[in-house]
């Protein structure tokens, strides 16, 4: 290309607004070379550089905050799939969109990876809930949860992608089980999968705040290449850059510094670390030898003990413990105090004398920063240490807990390990049936199961205080949420009929989700009624066609003004080309009160458009919440059908559907 | 007509025979005659049917079309941000000028415009659009009579065709728009037609006019494709071109029609991206086969773009279609008689005279077709019916410069000398004039002379590169190297691939190279 006289090689595109993001990639086929798509705040452009020309240009009301190219599961033609808040819409060359879904939170990152292994791509979507979602087309079929929210995701070869999240973290996945992950203090920028060291297996490539680049193999974590940028990494590509038929890791910095790299040869037998990290390896060996030595010492000085039958607080200084010494845990719900709010309560305790000094727990997602540390002062030590939990969310959650356990005197501790399954619905603590009036808001649906396996499923997602028994078969159980009181009632009739009463749409949607896939349910049909919520939602779709016309409005004021303002700036350089000094003075006074009625109307469009956003948002995530509280091939029809009622408008229809589940009655 | 012929059929009848103001003036008596209600009422009565025909009757007296009119003003020309690449690739954009690849003529044979195009054979808006580097040259140079545009595209015509509309209105305007309540008038599509014509054309009150035309297709539920056409025409007037394209493109979605793809082609075009709107007139090419407004406008795309021969066969195109297309005819033409065959385009040229075309530019290019065909009988008689039927002093000057050139081409230079003076006289800005003027002074070796008329030349048109050049000859000549190099620069500037300035250059560097 020929391009501009001052910087031969750099052609600059105008967009005239935000980008929020940008891919490029075979989007026609027929046309044979790339495409650029840029995404931002209100739109998608698919721009043809090569004839300058656009293949189209789209709307995108919910945004476009990620984007990626390619084919998705049976649709034949390449996608440009974006992600907006809360929603996933896919566009072919010509602008149609073939594809629309919504999901839980607004969308930070999607990747396109085959991972069911089936040769067809699912998609991949991270978002600002923590959660990383699988799509089949329009159908979730996995759910892995994580602790921040995630801001890049790169396939990797398979099944296998890698991860990152905005808290400092990177991995890798295969399927839904994590392979590996580390955590930094500096943010990861971007993760490319690139086979750096040519054994054929990509490597997961970060690029980090600060500056450094680092290659990690996909199974194990371990560091395989580094290298360090001034400044912090902008982003990392792959490409022939230098048009020799090699591919290159091609890594930008924020402050320009751009490096390419050749993937290693075969003569050095994927061993990219020079020198210097032989001896680290040393180094860290001969540690691990001290920490041994240091081990084998404390159990001579045991034996030594056990000969010699001294008296007993010289052994608890020496740490020694009675041999059937075992740590209990027990989860319970405490219904709170006036200085306590209610909470979940670990009850961490030893089965003799000795006492804990310290407990160290380390779950995802219920602390800050994953592990809390509880050390009583010394005066307060006991046998039993009691641990407030408040998961904020809905997810079962493996508690891994590291408890010291010796003697008040104690210098060294014996440390006692395991593991203990938060159950999924922790925060709700069982009330009586008529503690409380029963919520006005429902779901109704049949399940051909036994009610054993409803009551198994019970035991394992409640906290009840004792494992409830299967009573008569019309029986009913009712919690009460410590978080914020609201009542929920499961009630199970003969014949299979289940009904689940509370105002809280999510937690009903959660509900669904988990017994269904305790009981293995593949499709399941609901009727529902959540009154309260959908007169909120029916205010919120108003005030969307409100904010609609006013924003028209809007638009058309800004234009005319900025006409306007186009006319004046050329009357005023018209009348300092005339030196006309006095007129030009009062042109550009007048240009300064209109620029700042346009930055005040500027203001007021601003607050509008946010609005409209957070409504467009709310109108989605209804559509993904009704979708939750179905499950299967009802779960896809009820999303389909509600965007086709959105799309016409027909509010009562989208409020059918969310009741029953179908636009016809 | 008799007395006694019922009132409202007597206006409709003189809307249709295109007499407006008398079916105005009827409706108006109409109007005053009916009962005190001042806005139609729910049912279609006569008053309505008399508020509507002079409603309509008022749009037709001011109505231009749309898709032809089209005027580009500093403001946009200077502070456009719409086009998406700010350097594309030679040949998908229109505001390189220059970059012929269509093997056009060079402007060396064929005279460009200010922006550096061949100059067509037929005058349209978009023809004078020229692309000034800076704000300051755009707002020098449109100071001749020829080339004035606009501040905004908002201000300019359209302005000036509303306020035309009021001063026909001794009682001020018909309508009074901001009293008007849109709402009520969406919901009665008959008149809300007619009504949006009138705020749109007659009143040039573009903001209302899109606030009632969205809340008429709300009340036709986005079913009626005019309404959403409409809109996309609010839009582009506004300047809101992603806005407008949005609006054509559901609009064509619903109905084929070849207005909305003009539109959108329009709207690609002030995008720039000629070739998207090419691909446009390409599929509509596909639905409404052999569409000459259409062709016309894969053509009228091709000779911005300077792909002249593909111009060419698109104008062909359009002949075969419609063998009285003026333009296309004129187009032609004048493409054969820059590339060297005077004699068709001679044919091409009576083929317009036939038609009825009979105006001072036909016979001034017949003038000259005749002449370098060398029928030279016809040449001063063409010339003579030129200057006769001349309206202005612009056509009467470029008459006499076209005589200028007869002269010089057959030697008779004091002929010529005069015939160019003459032309100065009647437009003192005639820049061509004043280099062929230079030239013969140069000839007759009045150096000042000379030097001042190709100054006052290169001031008035920097696009041209003669007059640079015949300055950078005229210094070097005399030995003034320094401005002699400055002047063949921007003469190499405005033609780069002229072989002599070339040369020039060269052999100044040598000399400076020597010193």
Redesign the interface.
Known sequence: ????TQDADI??????QGITCLTSGVLNPQLGYDSLLVGTQT?L?A????????LF?K?VSDGANAIVLGTLGDISSPLAIIGGNCALQGFDYEGNDLFWTVTGDNVRSLALCDFDGDGKTELLVGSEDFDIRVFKEDEIVAEMSETETITALSPMYGSRFGYALSNGTVGVYDKTARYWRIKSKNHAMSIHAFDLNSDGVCELITGWSNGKVDARSDRTGEVIFKDNFASSIAGLVEGDYRMDGNTQLICCSVDGEVRGYLPGGEEMKGNLMDASAEQDLIRELSQKKQNLLLELRNYEENAKAELNTQLKEADGRRGVIPANTQLQTALSVNLGSDSQSAHVELCISTTNDTIIRAVLIFAEGIFEGESHVVHPSLQNLSGCVRVPLTPPKDVPVDLHIKAFVGYRNSTQFHVFELTRQLPRFSMYALSSPDSAAEPLSYVNCTMNERAQRIVMWLNQSFLLPEDAELQSAPFQVCFTSLRNAGQLCIKIKPGGEISISTDDIDLAGDIIQSMASFLAIEDLQVEADFPAYFEELRKVLVKVDERH?VN??L???M??H???I??M???A??AR?LGDMKNMKKRYIELYDLNRDLINQYKIRCNNHTELLNNLKAVNQAIQRAGRLRVGKPKTQVITACRDAIRNNNFNMLFRIMRVGTASS | MGPDMEPLFQAWSCFRRRKFSQCSALCSQLLQRAPGEQEPESEYTVFQAAWSLKTRALTEMVYVDEIEVDQEGIAEMMLDENAIAQVARPGTSLKLPGTSQGGGPSPAVRPVTQSGRPITGFVRPSTQSGRPGTMEQAIKTPRTAHTARPITSASGRYARLGTASMLTNPDGPFINISRLNLAKYAHKPKLAKALFEYIFHHENDVKNALDLAALATEHAQFKDWWWKVQIGKCYYRLGLYREAEKQFKSALKQQDMIDTILYLAKVYLRLDQPVTALNLFKQGLDRFPGEVALLCGIARIYEEMNDISSAAEYYKDVLKQDNTHVEAIACIGSNHFYSDQPEIALRFYRRLLQMGVYNCQLFNNLGLCCFYAQQYDMTLTSFERALSLAENEEETADVWYNLGHVAVGIGDLNLAHQCFRLTLVNNNDHAEAYNNLAVLEMRKGHTEQARALLQTASSLAPHMYEPHFNFATLSEKVGDLQRSYIAAQKSEEAFPGHVDTQQLLKQLKEHFAML
Do not use: K
């Open positions: 290309m020929v391009q501009s052609s600059l595109l105008n967009i005239n739109n452009l721009y043809d550089v090569h004839s300058n020309s656009d240009y709307e016309a028209q409005r638009t058309a004021d234009a005319e900025s006409n306007l186009r006319s700036l050329v009357q350089e018209d080309l």
